[in-house]
């Protein structure tokens, strides 16, 4: 791959995997990396090569999980003939609408597709970018379960304040786009309501019956129909896509607070981090939805945890947890698993009675002290406790005691082994030396003249 424009490429054209108004898009090959590159022959027309040149140029500036990625951009010579390539991330999955039609898509499925394009134009629309082409096929599917990135931007423009002109596909555009009227981030809203309707029936929201559904969308008071049955939240949410009134229309960024994706969480990793705010622990997997009583978020939206183990962050949270001022304990999303009250002996009342001031954790991250009647149960238990506590102690004295007088008489008796050992051996050594010199008293005498 490249990122400058060059006659020359190192990678490798392979098969066909999808077309366009403006381009070709194959599969390609760099050194067993694998992506897809869209290409426009630069013989075809000033219009198709300026398509493909924008949207480098948008896709060179956006950075998003739900935005197909730029890879790289080249031109190449092939057959007599100059190409501009486009290098993007490949989708091994195909795009929205091809799913939709070889199989059925669950609810849960729906709306996670729902949130993910949401979310890309909800990034794209801070950018002030717009799409101006949003429909299931220019959304491909991720390899993770439930994840989709919006691709195709060549109709994408940036907001300046000028009209740019009609531009998209007639079946998704917007009112005040077939008219002339207006284009932007409410268009993009309005597509992505005929997209969703798109998914749940696998055909487009308006039927194609030429000129007369570009006069029906652009000039008459008729909506696309919603298909039945459909949860009562997704039927609403389309509602807030598809008005005729583009001022009447929900942004992304509310879309992405409707009840019908509210409870969508990010497909992406999330991170446990420590921002300057000490929070408690939860449990073991920090799950805070635990108490919902609502049942279908826990069909919806299930991701593996994966915790940032780099040093860095892990030092960071240790500081954290090793700072010298005091920890603001979390007062809410606690559940009460064993109360346990502390009795402190505060002596004898006036009347003679014994009391004590009794310390129960409240949920206002504080104690609450109240005097009350000790009671005798609760003391029994606390004197039993004692007394197992104190035999239990002296019985592992008596035990270190044994084990250590133990270990001196084994010292002791090892010791007189040695000596007894040692002095065998020099009485042994002995008796065989004088054997010796009584046996060769003839060698002893030659030796000695």
């Known amino acids: 791959m490249n990122n400058n424009h060059s006659s020359t490429a190192t990678w490798h054209r392979r098969k066909c995997i999808g077309k ?13 990396f694998t992506f897809a590159v869209k290409s426009v022959d630069k013989n075809s027309g000033d219009l198709h090569l300026r398509s493909l040149e924008n949207e480098i140029r948008i896709l060179k500036s956006l950075s998003s999980p739900y935005v197909v990625t730029y890879l790289g951009d080249d031109e190449t010579c092939e057959f007599r003939s100059v190409y501009r390539n ?13 799913m939709t039609k070889n199989k059925s898509v669950t609810w849960q499925l729906c709306r996670r597709y729902i949130w993910c394009v949401t979310s890309a134009l909800s ?9 101006c082409d949003v429909k299931g096929a220019n959304v491909l599917i991720g390899n993770d379960p439930g994840t989709a990135k919006l691709a195709d931007f060549g109709s994408a423009f940036e907001i300046d304040g000028r009209f740019p002109g009609t531009r998209g596909s007639p079946m998704w555009m917007a009112p005040e786009v077939i008219r002339g009227e207006y284009i932007g981030p409410e268009s993009d809203v309005w597509s992505l309501g005929c997209t969703v309707i798109e998914m749940l029936t696998g055909k487009p929201a308006w039927q194609d019956r030429g000129a007369e559904t570009v006069r ?10 919603i298909p039945s049955p459909i949860p009562d939240d997704l039927r609403d949410f389309l509602h807030k896509c598809l008005k005729r009134d583009p001022r009447e229309r929900w942004s992304c960024d509310q ?13 992406s990793p999330p991170q446990i981090a420590i921002n300057g705010c000490k929070l408690s622990p939860r449990c073991v997997f920090d799950w805070s939805d635990s108490s919902s009583s609502n049942e279908s978020t826990l069909d919806t939206c299930q991701f593996t945890m ?10 960071q949270r240790i500081g954290k947890l090793a700072s010298s001022s005091g920890v603001e304990w979390e007062s809410e999303g606690w559940e ?39 009671d005798g ?11 197992e506590a104190w035999g239990t102690m002296i019985i592992g004295l008596m035990y270190r005691y044994t084990v250590d007088v133990y270990k001196c008489y084994m010292y002791d008796w090892m010791e007189n082994l040695y000596l007894i050992i040692m002095f065998n051996l020099n009485f042994i050594l002995q008796i065989h030396y004088m054997q010796w010199i009584t046996s060769t008293p003839s060698l002893l005498f030659n030796l000695t003249i």
Not at 123 to 131: A, C, E, F, L
Not at 340 to 360: D, H
Request: glycine content about 8%.
């Open 255 to 267: 879309l992405l607070q409707h009840p019908f994706l509210l409870s969508c969480s990010s497909p």
């Open 20 to 32: 366009g108004s403006f381009g070709v898009v194959n599969l390609a090959v760099d050194h067993d």
């Open 306 to 315: 994966k915790l940032d183990k780099s040093p860095s962050n892990a030092k």
């Open 86 to 98: 486009l290098h993007m991330e490949y989708m091994p999955r195909g795009t929205l609408i091809n």
């Open 377 to 387: 149960s609760y003391d029994h238990e606390i004197e039993s406790t004692a007394t």
């Open 216 to 225: 029906q969308i652009g000039y008459s008071d008729e909506l696309p129909e």
């Open 336 to 374: 009460v698993v064993r109360h346990v009250t502390v009795a402190i002996s505060s002596g004898f009342s006036e009347t003679g009675e014994t009391t004590s001031s009794e310390a129960s954790v409240s949920g206002s991250g504080g104690a609450n002290w109240e005097n009350i009647e000790s």
């Open 123 to 131: 990034y794209i629309h801070s950018r002030n970018v717009v799409h």
